[in-house]
DNA sequence: AGATCAATCAAGTGATTGATTGAATCATAT
DNA sequence: ATATGATTCAATCAATCACTTGATTGATCT
């Protein structure tokens, strides 16, 4: 042990850091907020190859950012702790704020229009409770069915046009996703805007949701969910 | 454009986390939490050479972490806002959680005795007011000059054995330095309970405790920190 | 025990990064 | 204008990284 502590604690922040410097990794974290999941899932999810995947996941788990256990053949992977949601969600700060080229690309999702605020999720919550909303949530069907804001409808970009037939066109529509890294929610609402709905985003996703310990509904045959319910 | 919005946000995200993934590039931006500085400086205060910081600063600049302003000749870099610290702080935070090398490191600073609690800045304040704690400021002359907490005696960790014999031997002393990154109050707590004296760390350094919004003293002429003051 | 499936390991390749050196800017002072 | 001082650019090299391919391990099921 030649090199100072301090060095080799520098060393080790960096090694954190540098597991979220690849644009793969945090997608393959954005994943794992919505729920475990084992290393084939996931590198089908964010289009990795498999060994590729796994590769990726012990650099994460070497930085303390993902923990995994077996589970028969599996090996389920899975987020250590909130504290990497935090990391994520800072980054993105940090990025809305200070780089001119993240304000483009927002800007460009929403077709230049001027995006309505996000709702918070405790508006959200109060206007659930007494029923005045419409909650779509805009993600694979898979993921909807690991965990999703109970009452809420579920769809994707592709299928959101077969969907709308089906809402009523005065409904106050409120859209997730996966996060606040995810642009689905982004787009169905600039969709539904074009369209004339009165859609808005909510701020951050399921994952954020689940962490501000609000209650999440598991499965998919929920009264109000099943089908393209009105 | 042929990417999609997803990816180019991804990347761009990660071109943050790259920025924060080289020991180099933290270091510096602990410097640059304790006060704004030219590139000569930080290049002296790091131990890089002049090309090679300017080239860190250029990382994070095109990150947004850092800002520059030329001031005559010299560049003049600083934090873009206090968002940065809080990156450092939750890197920090994850890896002193689940990274076992980590707690490693840090006992060893403190000769494998379990070192104190922390202070709390709060709590801090509050025995500055009824003056009843001795705040030992352990950073540079310059730094300490630069900004400091008001009343904090100023060494360092060399000349901390010189300075022993000025405090009363039942002072509790409250050491702080540069923030969560750096070592120095650790050390010098260390240090200081080996001669038996009633010594703490507080939370965090300067920078936090500015973040804050607490005074914050500058220069040294100030009545208590002349000199090897008792 | 052998077959099967999920995941990891190992080796190789092209691209990127960090550090070094020396030359080129840019703003000020002479 | 020219010179000076502070910083940045450009070219280079070794080290590291991301990804691919093919072999290997570990746990289950016949």
């Known amino acids: 042990m030649s090199i100072s502590p301090k060095a080799a604690l520098l060393e080790e922040y960096a090694l954190i850091a540098r597991a979220l410097s690849a644009p793969a990794r945090l997608s393959i974290l954005e994943q794992l907020a919505q729920a475990p999941r084992g290393v084939e899932g996931l590198a089908e999810k964010t289009g990795l190859t498999l060994a590729n995947c796994s590769q990726h996941l012990q650099h994460l788990r070497r930085a303390g950012l993902v923990t995994s256990r077996r589970d028969g053949k599996a090996v389920i992977y899975r987020l250590t702790d909130a504290t990497t949601l935090g990391l994520m969600d800072l980054l993105r700060m940090v990025a809305e704020r200070n780089l001119a080229e993240v304000a483009r690309i927002l800007r460009g999702l929403s077709d230049g229009e001027d995006p309505p605020e996000p709702v918070s999720r405790a508006e959200l919550a109060a206007r659930l409770a007494e029923g005045s909303v419409t909650v779509l949530d805009v993600r694979p069907a898979d993921e909807y069915a690991a965990g ?17 037939p089906t809402l009523s066109p005065d409904a106050r529509i409120v859209a997730y996703c996966r996060g606040p890294y995810c642009v689905y929610a982004h787009q169905a609402v600039a969709a539904l805007r074009r369209q004339g709905f009165d859609a808005r985003r909510m701020e951050g996703g399921l994952p954020e949701w689940r962490a501000d310990g609000r209650p999440v509904f598991q499965g998919t045959d929920e009264p109000l969910s099943a089908g393209p319910a009105r």
């Open 148 to 164: 999703h804001i109970p009452g809420a409808l579920n769809t994707t970009l592709a299928t959101l046009e077969q969907f709308l």
